[in-house]
């Protein structure tokens, strides 16, 4: 019924303009006339969030998140999962519900993934407690335990000169330091090892990932400085160590895909990017981490399209990033010059409601990153403050997806609640919560469930968001305009970190 008369409106409409009668005006005053949406407010979009609708939205990520046991025996949505593939799904059909507020464009890109079932390390008679695999290692050969004595590697190991000729057949023990421990990895491989282990410089463990698979990897450990300590005398000391090492994993190439929405509304030249990621870790379902950002973009996509915007904004949903930031690094790195400079900003949204949060803003400063870096970063101060809310500025140092944008000269910012860092005395004074203990104590662990959100900070971010949103939805007033090349500003040096992993 309902079908049948809106085909037959619409067949009356399409006869009157072709004759250009305005007749329908007096027959349906309310559908004639095109209701012009308001412009949209920092304040009207606000008040459009409701931590509900969030935990709703939470709800539905979990349900999906459990579509990933079949492979895994516990709720994940990592890439190449069924509960990645469905989160897609949900995105998409979510957006495409919209109407045509949005052009949608699904982005396939080739990503790896790696997956480590066990592993072993003998050194000597013993075993180093503090032993790792490293992310996106291969398997030792055959996956099988291979063994050969302990050599020690000269300086860094990033120089072929750095490995003696008895590295062949052997387990090159490696300091961390000077290149990524990939490079590290290629470098035994070509001097013809059978398996490297790095050692820390720092305290403590040693868990980082090997990037970008080459065919000269082989299986790689970490171990801490003090476990490594007495081999490195006694290998100094001529003492032939003979070593065993087992990897059985496997690092494979997959598709996956970036989200991507842009209002059709609004000056196309002129873009407010933000986005938020759409994949988990294996270990869990990542409701936090980061269920929260993206949930957080779809429902202000969804509530969004009430008004008018004059300037474009665009949502992006990144996939692979607990892999090292992939979605993201992709999407930069197919941006003609001319592409580029219609992204006025970027604005990441990973992790807003950690049980333990704190109001973290992204110390993304002109000095060292894109001009109007800053103007971003002190967006979200004067809004805390305006709220009478403390907040803390966090390192912006290549640990989320803004790290293509900077390096491509892309203004960017953001704002987090907090990972597996530790809450200080003074921070529990700020926030409440508890002092000693992590930010998210479920950080990429099987309890980042809906319960490890906190609804407060999630709907106060979320606000925040919005407000972002609004604000340069609106006007760019103000705002630095966009640079190119030297004049964009600098970046800080390689960092540490590109993603959750150390990378060296
Ligand atoms: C885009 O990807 C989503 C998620 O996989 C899928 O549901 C949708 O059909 C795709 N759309 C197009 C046009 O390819
Ligand atoms: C590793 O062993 C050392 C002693 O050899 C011990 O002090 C340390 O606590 C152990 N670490 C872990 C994580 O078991
Ligand atoms: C170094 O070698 C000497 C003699 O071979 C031996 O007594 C000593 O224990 C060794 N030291 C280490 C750290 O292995
Ligand atoms: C490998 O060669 C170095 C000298 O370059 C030597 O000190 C070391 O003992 C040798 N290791 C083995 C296991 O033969
Ligand atoms: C923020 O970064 C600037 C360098 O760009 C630095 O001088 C300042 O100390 C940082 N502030 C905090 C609180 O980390
Ligand atoms: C902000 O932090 C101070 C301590 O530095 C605390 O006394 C105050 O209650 C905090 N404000 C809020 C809104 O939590
Ligand atoms: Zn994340």
Redesign the pocket.
């Known amino acids: 019924m309902r079908q049948t008369f809106s085909n037959a409106v619409f067949l009356l409409c399409a006869t009157a303009s072709a004759l250009q009668i305005p007749f329908l005006e007096s027959l349906n005053p309310q559908n004639a006339v095109t209701t012009k949406k308001p412009l949209v407010s920092s304040e009207a979009i606000q008040a459009d969030i409701s931590s509900k609708a969030l935990l709703k939205r939470a709800k539905e990520l979990f349900k999906i998140a459990e579509l990933g046991i079949d492979e895994y025996n516990h709720p994940t949505r990592v890439i190449g999962s069924k509960g990645h593939l469905a989160t897609l799904d949900y995105i998409y059909s979510t957006l495409a519900s919209l109407g045509d507020y949005y052009t949608i464009t699904n982005q396939t890109f080739p990503a790896v993934v790696g997956n480590t079932f066990e592993y072993r390390l003998v050194l000597g008679d013993a075993s180093p407690n503090s032993t790792q695999a490293m992310s996106l290692t291969p398997p030792t050969t055959d996956k099988e335990p291979v063994f050969g004595p302990l050599v020690l590697v000269a300086n860094d190991g990033c120089a072929a000169s750095d490995y003696p000729s008895n590295t062949t057949g052997a387990i090159a023990l490696i300091q961390r330091g000077t290149c990524p421990f990939g490079t590290k990895s290629e470098n035994a491989g070509k001097a013809g090892a059978l398996a490297a282990v790095v050692y820390n410089t720092a305290d403590g463990s040693l868990s980082g990932t090997l990037g970008t698979p080459s065919p000269h990897h082989v299986a790689t450990f970490g171990i801490s400085k003090a476990d490594a300590a007495p081999y490195i005398a006694a290998l100094k000391n001529g003492t032939i160590i003979e070593s065993s090492a087992y990897i059985d994993a496997i690092v494979e190439s997959i598709g996956t895909t970036n989200i991507i929405a842009q209002t059709t509304a609004g000056d196309a030249s002129n873009c407010v990017m933000l986005g938020g990621h759409s994949d988990s870790v294996a270990e869990g379902p990542g409701i936090n981490d980061d269920g929260s950002g993206s949930l957080t973009l779809l429902e202000i996509a969804t509530q969004l399209t009430k008004y008018e915007v004059r300037n474009c904004v665009r949502f992006a949903w990144w996939a692979g990033e607990e892999e090292g930031l992939l979605g993201s690094d992709y999407y930069v790195s197919q941006l003609s010059a001319a592409e580029n400079k219609k992204i006025r900003l970027f604005m990441d949204y990973d992790m807003l409601a950690s049980p333990n949060y704190a109001y973290q803003v992204y110390?993304a400063?002109n000095?060292?990153n894109p001009v109007g870096s800053e103007e971003l970063r002190d967006l979200y101060v004067d809004w805390y403050k305006k709220e009478g809310l403390n907040y803390t500025?966090i390192a912006f140092d290549g640990r989320s997806d803004y790290d293509g944008f900077i390096r491509h000269g892309i203004p960017g910012g953001g704002i987090a609640t907090g990972a597996e860092g530790v809450k200080t005395r003074k921070e529990a004074e700020m926030f409440g919560g508890r002092e000693g203990e992590w930010f998210d104590p479920c950080y990429h662990q099987l309890c980042d469930g809906v319960s490890n959100c906190d609804l407060e900070a999630w709907e106060v971010n979320a606000r925040l968001v919005a407000h972002s949103v609004a604000t340069y939805a609106v006007s760019f007033e103000g705002f630095p305009e966009r640079r190119v090349g030297v004049e964009a500003g600098r970046v800080a040096e390689t960092p540490l970190y590109h993603g959750s992993k150390l990378v060296m």
Do not use: D
């Open positions: 110390n400063t000095a060292l500025f």
